[in-house]
Each structure stands twice: as C-alpha cells, then as structure tokens.
C-alpha cells in the first residue's frame, strides 16, 4: 500500500467539508506520525486506529456518511453510524477507557494483544496530532517561563539538558533555540534524530558526549542559541554528567518513561536485545527500564541539588522512579503546576487550526490576522512571530496558539469568515490538546497539587466531552490512559470545522465558549482567585453554592 499522506485541495470526497475535514485529519496524523506501518503517531504506541481494516471502515464509512448521522468509533475500531441530527457530531469516539482497578498496564498489554483496545495517546486516536509543534509552545512557554523566574528573563548562554527527540519530545530542540538556549538532547535512536534535524527541529547531532559538551560550551560563551542532539542513552549521560560535576541550567527529559515495555529503552542493552527481551521477556524488561529510569531520576536530582532547575515534562518519570526506589522523585516539580497553572485558570491552553486546503497561505494569513487583531496580547503576538520564522510546516500546514476564553472564539469565527470570502483557500480545522483547562484529569501532571485537593476527580473531562456535544461540536472524544498510563488519566478532545457556513458560526462559538468556560470554573471551583476573577471579568455564568450556605 502508499504511503498514506492528507489529501489537499479542495475537491471533495465525502459528502461535506466536516466529514471531509475529519478524514484528512485523520490522514493527517499518520502522515505525520512516527511509524506508519504500525498505525503508531507518537508517544510509544500512541494509535490512530485499531488496525489497519478498522482504517479502511473509517475511510470508507467517512466517505458516505449523511449530515445528520453521527459515527461511533471504539478505542479506534468503528461501531456503526446512527441516525441523528444536522447539529449533532459527525464522530464520537472512546478510547482506552477502563474500569478503576481493572486500569492497569498489564490488562491493558493483554487487552491490546487480543485486539480489543487501543492507547489512543491524546491526539493520535483523535486525529488532532499536528506533528512535533502541537506540544512547541507549550515547551517554549516553560522555558520562557523559568528565564522570567531564575534568570533574569533570558535563556541567553544558559545550557538546557533534555531527552528523547520522539513524536513530542522532538519538539524540544527547536523550543529551546527559539528561547535563545543552548540545549543538548539525548536521544537513544539514531533515525528519530536525523527526522528531526530533516524537519528543521533540530541543527546538529553527534555520538560524542565531549564533541557535544564543546558544542554546547562554545555556543554559551557566545550566547548563541544552538540545538545538540546526542545518541546515547539518557541513563548513562545523565549520571555521567553529574560526575563531571557540570550542572546544566535547566534539566528535564521527554523519552516515553511512561512505557516500560514499548516506550523506554533501559541502558546496557542494544535494540535488538530490548526487542527480544519485549517478545520473550517483558517482565524483565520492565525491571530493566525501571532500574535505568531510577539511574536518571537519581542524576536529575542530584542537578537539582547541585542548582539545576529540574522538571517533569509529562511522561511520569517521577511515578517510574518512585516505584524502582527512588524516594525522593516527587521533589522534581510537575511544568503543569509549577509553571502553566496560572495560564490555565483563564483556560488559556493549547489551541490549534489545520489549513485543510493544504496551503501554507492559509496558515500565513491568520497570522498576520492575529498580528494585527490581536496585537495586545503579549504571549501570543510573541509566539506567532517566532513560529512563522522558525516552526516548519509538517503535513497539513498547522499552527498552534495558546488562546483562552472568548479568544478562541473571536479567533475561529473570523477566520470562518476568512473561509466564506475566499480569503482563505479552503477551511480549516479547529482542535485543542486534551492537556486543557476543562479537559484532562492526571493526578501526576495536569492536576497534581490541585488547591482543593481534587487532583484525581475525573468528571470534569467526562463534563466536557458532555458539554461539547450538547454544544454541536465536530468531533467529540473521551481517552484514558494506555501502557504505563493506564489508570492514571482520563482526558477529552474536540474538533470543529470552519468551512465558512453559517452552522459553522454557530458551533464554533458555542463549542469554543462552552469549552473554555468550562476549564475557568473547574479551576474556579477549586479555589484558584485568577479564575474566580476570570469568570466574573468574562460573564461566565459560575453557580456560587456558598451563597447557599445558611439554608437546609
Ligand atoms: P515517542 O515514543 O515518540 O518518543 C520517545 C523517544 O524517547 C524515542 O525517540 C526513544 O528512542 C527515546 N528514548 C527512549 N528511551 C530513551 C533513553 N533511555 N535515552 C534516550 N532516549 C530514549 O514519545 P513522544 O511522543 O515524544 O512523547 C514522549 C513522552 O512525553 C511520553 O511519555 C508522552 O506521553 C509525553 N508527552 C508529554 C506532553 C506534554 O504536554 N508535556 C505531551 C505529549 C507527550
């Protein structure tokens, strides 16, 4: 079979824009993806389908659905399409969702051979993935972030160590060039560096631990940005450079720590033997992984303690090193609390279109509309002038944009208008990452610490999901996690379509203000004052129940 890239222009092959659309996002992700072959978009096993006849079904259900029926899709298999009505979702899906003590990784590895469910990552089996820069600005806001908090404002000959250069983490290398670091990425696979650096993410790559340290020296001294991608394991570096007694600035790893079976590779063994010890020894694997993770936490504190600022970027290597040992782990602070918690609690959050016509034009010119009609808002006018100097463009042209409340809105509606006056060369798609105010639930990254002490409640991803289909959204998907993940999440995503019709106009606005509003009373309800004073500055309609107090 072709290799399966998003089909562009604007000839249709369904009987609408919104199924169009849906299908070549859907093509989108597996153009983008890290392994094709295996269905595989990112983060280890991270599927856009449950297998490749249930991708046929999708194709082929999608090109004959009506307006006015609805597709249900299960962990990446479809179900059946039902009758429904012209504003109700095109798809709902549900992926990866187990019962409480049933949500382990063991049931899940069992489950997924036996073909019955799939981890669906966050944006892989809901086709929202827009390869390595649907993650960039949240990474170029941590690290702009800790320059405004420990150095002065700039990452300027500031050295930043990272790992694993994967679907997400290879968004890494490009973020901390963009914030004027010199960053080192370790990453253990040769071929994911070379995509990078042929996707314009990453400038050079070396085996050597001294050529690379050199680099990163020089570049330094200079205070010049520059982006190191080193093949060795993490464990072995991480430990290493610690003996040197070198402490980097800033410290933090994206390698899939996640996932001992498929995702992290344990130092001391070769591919192969990892391979082999998956098919023959998964137990031991697992050990392995395990030990090697705790190996790195180890180093990662000890840079820590050294002055480092250390961080968990969202894999949960922190519960990997908790439960190889390592007690002292949770030391490490989580980005989510530590850094993007006050952004969140005015649901301002990864926000993201897709040019579904396929032209970088698309992309280009809500840019420049932001520039100018958003020219107040300080962190996106930012972002958007570095992303159109630096983010390439990977399948379908994309951009992300972190926009809260009632932005959202103002942003979709006009470019729909954009769509309707040929402004645009075709619609576009409209999506969010599920790690969102309203929508995720991850004791150990989204919602560790939280002020209340709801960390673990996970009817607010289940509420939004609800919410979003009330409010005539495009897609609507529920996920929990898979692999290492099982049991430690449950998440929500959303699509729209802006094909420039008025029923556009109309989802659009419900949907994006039904589904910001909702992330500013989650984390109102929770006690934080910035979204307290948000949903009173916006108008959201927030129910006060300690107005009710003194009555029985
Ligand atoms: P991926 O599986 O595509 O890539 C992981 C990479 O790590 C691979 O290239 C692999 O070779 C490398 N690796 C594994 N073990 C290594 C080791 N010991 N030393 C060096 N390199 C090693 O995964 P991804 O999509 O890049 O995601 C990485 C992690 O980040 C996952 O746990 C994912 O769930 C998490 N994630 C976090 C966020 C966030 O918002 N912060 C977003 C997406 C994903």
Not at 109 to 138: C, F, N, P, R
Not at 288 to 314: C, H, T, W, Y
Not at 442 to 448: Q, V
Not at 513 to 534: C, F, M, P, Q
Request: charged residues 25%; glycine residues 10%; negative net charge.
């Amino acid at each position: 079979m072709d290799r399966i890239t998003a089909k562009r222009g604007i000839e249709l092959r369904c009987k609408g824009w919104r199924q169009e659309a849906l299908l070549r996002m859907l093509e989108n992700v597996l153009e983008n993806g890290e392994n094709q072959k295996e269905l595989i978009v990112y983060a280890a096993l991270g599927k856009a389908a449950r297998n490749w006849q249930s991708y046929h079904a999708i194709v082929d259900t999608l090109k004959n659905l009506e307006d006015g029926e609805t597709l249900v899709i299960q962990s990446g298999k479809p179900i059946g399409v039902f009758k429904t009505h012209p504003f109700a979702p095109v798809i709902v899906m549900a992926n990866c969702n187990m019962v409480g003590k049933w949500a382990t990784s063991e049931n899940f590895y069992d489950l997924m051979e036996k073909g019955l469910i799939i981890w669906g990552g966050l944006t892989a089996a809901a086709w929202q993935y827009i390869g390595s820069q649907g993650v960039i600005q949240g990474t170029y806001e941590i690290f702009s972030s800790i320059a405004r908090m420990h150095f002065e404002g700039s990452l300027k000959g500031r050295f930043i160590l990272t790992a694993g250069l994967g679907g997400m983490g290879g968004s890494q290398p490009l973020a901390g060039f963009m914030a004027g670091a010199a960053i080192l990425c370790v990453e253990v696979d040769e071929a994911r560096i070379d995509k990078r650096i042929a996707a314009g993410y990453l400038q050079r790559k070396t085996h050597s631990l001294d050529e690379a340290l050199g680099w990163i020296e020089e570049a330094r001294q200079k205070g010049e940005a520059l982006s190191v991608g080193l093949c060795a394991n993490a464990a072995d570096v991480y430990p290493e450079l610690v003996s040197r007694g070198i402490t980097p600035d800033i410290v933090t790893d994206q390698t899939s720590a996640h996932d001992l079976l498929y995702g992290y590779i344990p130092n001391g063994f070769t591919f192969e033997e990892v391979r082999e010890m998956r098919a023959n020894q998964p137990e031991k694997l697992q050990k392995e992984a395990r030990r090697s993770i705790a190996q790195e936490v180890e180093a990662m504190l000890a840079f820590k303690d050294n002055g480092s600022i250390v961080f968990d970027n969202g894999n949960n290597i922190r519960t990997q090193a908790l439960q190889g040992g390592v007690e002292r782990a949770f030391e490490i602070d989580i980005f989510t609390e530590a850094f993007l918690r006050p952004l969140f609690c005015k649901a301002i959050g990864p926000f993201r279109w897709v040019a579904l016509s396929g032209d970088p034009g698309d992309i280009k010119a809500i840019d420049d509309y932001i520039l100018k009609n958003f020219a107040d808002n300080e962190i996106v006018v930012n972002w958007i002038r570095l992303a159109n100097q630096y983010i390439p463009v990977e399948g379908l042209p994309a951009r992300i944009g972190w926009f809260g409340h009632q932005e959202r809105t103002r942003l979709a509606v006009a470019v729909n208008d954009m769509v309707r006056t040929g402004k645009l060369k075709g619609p576009v798609a409209f999506s969010r990452d599920h790690l969102d105010a309203a929508s995720m639930t991850h004791p150990n990254i989204m919602t560790e610490r939280m002020k209340d002490g709801s960390d673990a409640i996970a009817d607010w991803p289940l509420l939004n999901a609800m919410l979003n289909c009330s409010s005539m959204a495009d897609l609507v998907t529920i996920h929990s996690g898979g692999g290492g993940y099982s049991g430690y999440m449950t998440s929500a995503g959303v699509t729209l379509v802006a094909d420039g019709s008025e029923s556009a106009d109309i989802r659009l606005r419900t949907v994006l203000d039904n589904d910001t509003g909702l992330g500013v009373l989650r984390y109102a309800d929770a006690g934080y004052s910035i979204a307290l004073k948000e949903a009173e500055d916006k108008g959201i309609r927030r129910i006060d129940t300690e107005r009710y107090s003194n009555q029985m």
